[in-house]
Each structure stands twice: as C-alpha cells, then as structure tokens.
C-alpha cells in the first residue's frame, strides 16, 4: 500500500504560481505511476498530467499543457506539479494517485488508479 499526502496548496492571485508536493509513503514509490487530477465544486474529477515511474514519460491534459509541470522525484519519494500562469478557472481541490504500474502510456484513467491522496485546495483569485 501507498500512502500519499499533499500540500502547497492555497489562494494565489491570477497569473501567479504555485508548487504542489505530493509525499509517498509505504510501499515502493517507483514503481508507481504517478498522476495529478483536480475537482472543482459539482464537477466531475479532471485528469491534469501523469509521470512513468521513471519520470522519462509524462503526459498533460490539454488545458494545462504549457503551464503545469509534473515531475518526480525516487529518492525523496515525491511527486510534484509545478502551475503557472494559474487562473481562476484552475480554483478546485487537487489530488494526486499513485498507479501500480511500470508502463509509460495511458495513465489518464482515474479509475484506475490504487491510491488517493486526502487532496489540497487551490484557489485563484481575479
């Protein structure tokens, strides 16, 4: 089992940024796919970018692509989302999973996926 906690979240103004951290625990981290979605109020939850194991593939839904960066990193067990150029439309609960999985494709499927952080809010103010 794979236990994951977020933080980095919190209010940040239109155009500004913020770095989120995702903190694994528990069973092997790299052998875990890794992906960050998103859930704002009465929305379904989003698919936002998804890491390879090795972190040697990722993969960004469209509204992000150019934005959002995901990374990873094995030795401190940790995945991260680096957003910029947030806007108010990015306000919503961020959480990240973790995938059992050493293949590098199709890692956009929310259902899934084997464990859920508690998720961190990120709000964008105007």
């Known amino acids: 089992q794979v236990q994951l906690v977020e933080s980095g979240g919190g209010l940040v103004q239109a155009g500004g940024s913020l770095r989120l951290s995702c903190a694994a625990s528990g069973d092997t981290f790299s052998t875990y796919a890794m992906a960050w979605f998103r859930q704002a109020p009465e929305k379904e939850r989003e698919f936002l970018a998804s890491?390879?194991?090795?972190?040697?593939?990722?993969y960004y839904t469209d509204s992000v692509k150019g934005r959002f960066t995901i990374s990873r990193d094995n030795a401190k067990n940790t995945v991260y989302l680096q957003m910029n150029s947030l806007k108010p439309e990015d306000t919503a609960v961020y959480y990240c999973a973790a995938l059992l999985t050493l293949r590098s494709y199709d890692l956009d499927r929310p259902y899934e996926y084997n464990y859920w952080g508690q998720g961190t809010q990120v709000t964008v103010s105007s």
């Open positions: 890491i390879s194991w090795s972190g040697g593939n990722t």
